[in-house]
Structure formats: structure tokens, C-alpha cells
């Protein structure tokens, strides 16, 4: 089935660790984000990649880290700097351009205890 | 940067009954989508509807860009309707970039 697997589902970590969300997208697109959300709230853009080994700072980059080494995958850093890494995020995906429709994962529940 | 803003926050609907969702952006935009947040946190695509109507089922959406709002019609809302709505848009000349408005929380009930 084509799609975006974000894996863990669930995931706890202790304070000042550095913990790695994994997504993958088998939709061939080139395009990929990452989006955090918490409770009650709307999305926001953590960083975004429109092509391999290129990427940007979203609108709240602070504290996170991102990498581009392959098209169907784009893994978020949650860096022990991010001071409320507690939080629901999603990872994206797209063509390339403006006139292209993004999908979205499950999503991971990060909670920091 | 571009604000988008959607309507009404909260709406509690019977079983049955109709609604009309709003988003309004601030800036000229070359995309928008909507999507249905379910209660497990799944984002749902609605509607791809950079312009024009659009129809699907019970669900129908309208985007006159060119006064910068997009329409989100419920009709015979279920229970499976609940939960959070939300428009996103790209900006003209803003790339890949998709910026998300405030989101419609509906519940409906029996």
C-alpha cells in the first residue's frame, strides 16, 4: 500500500535525551514536513524538505534537527534544547510545486517524563 | 507572515442537521486543502480545492480565492462527522510551505 509510516506510535523520554522520529513514504514524492501539535491547538511547521539533501526552517525550528539522505525518508531530532518536546507530531508528504496535495501519517505522541 | 483563520472555533450539531465552515487567509494563496482530524489523531484529506466547488458525498467545499476564503458545507452531519476540521494553504510564491488555520472543533451528538 502506498503511504507515510511514522513510527513509534507512542514514545517517552526521559529529559535531556535526544530522541529520532522516523518517516517514510513510499508515494514517491519529494516534498516532505513536519508538523507539531498540541493539545487543543492547531499544526505548526517544524521544518519542511522540498528535495534530497535540502531542507528548511519552518516556523518553529528551535530545538529540532533534520535530515535529507534519501526521497522517502525524512527523520526528526528532538533535541534535549527543545524545552516542551511533549507533544503530538506529524510527518508529511507532497509532490514538488505549489499546486500538489499533501498526505499525512499517523502521527507520533512524543511525551517527555 | 499569512494568518488563516477559521469558523466558527467550536459548533455542536444534531445528528441530521447542516453546517457551513469557514477559512479566511490573509494573503494570496495557490492552494488549499481540507482535512478532518479524527479522535485518534489521523489527518484526513477532504478536499484538494485550490478554487472552485467541489462535491463529495455529503460533503461539499467552495474556495473563491480571489477574496480569500474557502466554504466547508456539512449536510445530514453524522456522529462520525465529530472532531476537528482544518483548511491549510500555500501562499503564492511561498513554495512547498503549508500553513494551517486555527481548525473547527464539531461534535455531533444524537
Known amino acids: 500500500d502506498g503511504g507515510i509510516t511514522q513510527s513509534p506510535k507512542y514514545l517517552f523520554r526521559k529529559e535531556g535525551q535526544n530522541v529520532t522520529l522516523s518517516c517514510e513514504q513510499n508515494l514517491n514524492h519529494d516534498a516532505m514536513y513536519w508538523y507539531r501539535q498540541d493539545p487543543g491547538q492547531g499544526l505548526r511547521l517544524i521544518y519542511y524538505?522540498?528535495?534530497?539533501?535540502?531542507?528548511q526552517k519552518g516556523d518553529i525550528a528551535e530545538g529540532y534537527s533534520v535530515s535529507r539522505e534519501k526521497k522517502e525518508s525524512f527523520p526528526l531530532t528532538v533535541t534535549s534544547a527543545q524545552k516542551n518536546p511533549t507533544a503530538f507530531y506529524l510527518c508529511?508528504?507532497?509532490?514538488?510545486?505549489?499546486?500538489?496535495?499533501?498526505?499525512f501519517g499517523q502521527g507520533t505522541r512524543l511525551t517527555v517524563v | 507572515g499569512i494568518q488563516v483563520e477559521q469558523s466558527p472555533p467550536d459548533l455542536i450539531l444534531q445528528e441530521g442537521a447542516n453546517s457551513t465552515l469557514r477559512c479566511n487567509f490573509s494573503d494570496s494563496v495557490n492552494n488549499l486543502q481540507w482535512f478532518h482530524q479524527n479522535p485518534w489523531g489521523q489527518l484526513i484529506n477532504l478536499f484538494y480545492?485550490?478554487?472552485g466547488t467541489k462535491q463529495n458525498g455529503r460533503l461539499s467545499a467552495t474556495t473563491v480565492a480571489t477574496e480569500r476564503y474557502s466554504l466547508l458545507y456539512i449536510s445530514s452531519s453524522q456522529t462520525t462527522d465529530s472532531g476537528v476540521y482544518f483548511c491549510a494553504v500555500r501562499i503564492t510564491g511561498g513554495g512547498n510551505k503549508l500553513t494551517f488555520g486555527t481548525g473547527t472543533q464539531l461534535k455531533v451528538e444524537l
Open positions: 480545492i485550490p478554487s
Open positions: 524538505s522540498q528535495i534530497v539533501n535540502d531542507f
Open positions: 508529511a508528504s507532497s509532490d514538488e510545486g505549489s499546486y500538489t496535495e499533501a498526505f
